[in-house]
């Protein structure tokens, strides 16, 4: 089993920056994607970034340039660097790692973007 914990979530002005932080333990292999997925209200959940193991990263379209996702393999943790947020950026921000090909998820994390 492999337990996720995100942190660092909460209210935000538009423009603004906000980092997310997502901790990993349990059996965890020595190689693994890890990634952020959103949902917003009434929307279906949605990839944001993910990242291998060995560091090669994938940004969904909408966040390309804004957003930088990174991990420390050491600490099974990783984190997504937000900038110029936007309103429709608002969402609850779920964390996810992927090994021997079953999905892990985290509770998540809300985000709001609002002035």
């Known amino acids: 089993q492999v337990q996720l914990v995100e942190s660092g979530g909460g209210l935000v002005q538009p423009g603004k920056s906000l980092r997310l932080s997502c901790a990993a333990s349990?059996?965890?292999?020595?190689?693994?994607?890890m990634g952020w997925y959103r949902q917003a209200p009434g929307k279906q959940r949605e990839l944001v970034a993910t990242?291998?193991?060995?560091?090669?990263?994938n940004y969904a379209e909408f966040v390309k340039g804004r957003f930088i996702i990174s991990r420390d393999n050491a600490k099974n943790t990783v984190h997504l660097q937000m900038n110029s947020l936007k309103p429709e950026d608002t969402a609850v921000y779920y964390c996810?790692?992927?090994?021997?090909?079953?999905?892990?998820w985290g509770q998540g994390t809300q985000v709001t973007v609002s002035s």
């Open positions: 996810n790692l992927y090994q021997l090909r079953v999905q892990y």
């Open positions: 349990g059996t965890i292999f020595s190689i693994y994607t």
């Open positions: 990242i291998t193991t060995g560091g090669t990263s």
